[in-house]
């Protein structure tokens, strides 16, 4: 890596919670196209929205409550399993709760906190990103891993390590193609399920010690925040195994720390694949000669990024405003509970920009598309 790609990622990490890189730059040579036109407008509309209508980009009373009422759900349904729990037909129902819940510390809390959008607030944006440690994840690597590298390069293969399942899976027509994979559409869906314990166990520690997520290189977490990195690990893993063993066989805790996991796992693995695995979305690459994209960063996100179930209220709610990906790729520093009101500005602007903006109207038919598209991606012949 070269010193000025070094420089790029340090910026970045300083400044985690931009709207989108300016042309031209890159962290590996790779280069959006000019032209911010788009971008520009959108964000005049929206800034206009929010100063007639008074509404918070940030700090939404609606958002701290909902942040208060995950938490007690989350303590309430670990009590429950690990001390009060009595039966399996007990148990079974609070680990599902509790997967629930932690899916929705994710999805509502620590996401919108690794956002810088959770509050304006860098203190308290720093502590709802930290949840993530707490159940099992790590902030840090996510904040490279996610907030940078996805965000930056979303859907662009060989960058955003997001869509990279290696030999797993083909999510992308740029990616080779194995014999295993033609099965895919069916085998993959339990193994979402085992992605929470992969992270878990293995994904933090090899990224944290290879000081690499895929291509990219990034500096090894130090001081505080390799003290957070372990103290997040050391909580977790008592939570989940030091604590319940005292009081039930080991079988007992680990049948039931993989039906939590294996919820949490695919949950947040369908919901993610919903917005960008799927055939209505774009997987654009970069010319080869010139190492530039054809359409601007703004551009970039709508095309490689589908919403799901966008009149759907309560599912807004529940995943912290996932459903409206387009808007968070676009805004990622809007606490998601303004994702409803916005949405109708992003896609009256991409209309008059001729942009093509994508919904699935119910969560089934984007699962659905996803199907297809996994199909799709693992049947000979199919290139890019």
């Avoid at 909580?235 to 007992?252: K, R």
């Avoid at 409206?324 to 990622?332: K, T």
Wanted: net charge positive; charged share 15%.
């Amino acid at each position: 890596m070269t010193d000025d790609t070094e420089i790029s990622q340090s910026a970045a990490a300083r400044e985690p919670h931009r709207a989108g890189p300016a042309a031209g730059t890159s962290l590996h040579g790779l280069k959006f196209a000019g032209g911010r036109e788009f971008q520009v407008e959108l964000r005049r509309r929206i800034d206009e929205y929010f100063r007639q209508t008074g509404r918070r980009r940030r700090d939404s009373i609606q958002l701290y409550v909902k942040a208060a009422a995950i938490l007690v759900a989350f303590v309430t349904f670990y009590v429950l399993l690990v001390f009060l729990a009595g039966t399996w037909w007990q148990a079974v129902p609070f680990a599902v709760l509790l997967g629930l819940a932690t899916s929705g510390i994710g999805f509502n809390i620590m996401h919108d906190g690794g956002h810088g959008a959770f509050s304006r607030y860098h203190l308290i944006n720093r502590i709802m990103a930290r949840s993530l440690d707490l159940i099992g994840g790590s902030s840090y690597i996510w904040h490279w891993k996610h907030g940078i590298f996805h965000h930056t390069y979303a859907n662009i293969t060989g960058q955003d390590t997001d869509i990279a399942l290696g030999k797993l899976a083909r999510l992308t027509p740029h990616q080779p193609l194995h014999a295993h994979q033609r099965w895919q559409h069916w085998f993959i869906w339990p193994l979402y399920g085992v992605m929470a314990i992969k992270w878990h166990f293995y994904d933090d520690f090899r990224d944290l010690l290879m000081g690499r997520i895929g291509p990219h290189r990034i500096p090894r977490p130090r001081n505080k925040e390799l003290a957070i990195f372990i103290g997040g690990k050391a909580t977790f893993f008592s939570l989940a195994f030091g604590i319940p063993l005292i009081f039930h066989p080991w079988w007992v805790v680990a049948l039931y720390y993989a039906l939590f996991t294996f919820v949490v796992g695919m949950v947040l693995s369908v919901v993610f694949q919903l917005a960008h695995c799927v055939g209505e979305a774009a997987f654009h690459m970069p010319d080869e000669s010139t190492g530039r994209m054809e359409n601007a960063w703004a551009v970039h996100q709508v095309l490689t990024t589908v919403n799901f179930c966008r009149s759907n209220r309560v599912a807004a709610w529940l995943l912290g405003g996932l459903n409206y990906q387009i808007e968070h790729h676009l805004f990622p520093q809007i606490c998601h509970s303004n994702y409803p009101a916005i949405s109708a500005l992003v896609k009256d602007t991409c209309r008059d920009f001729g942009i093509r903006y994508y919904e699935h109207p119910t969560f089934w038919a984007g699962i659905l598309s996803h199907f297809r598209w996994l199909r799709r991606m693992g049947m000979p012949g199919t290139i890019a």
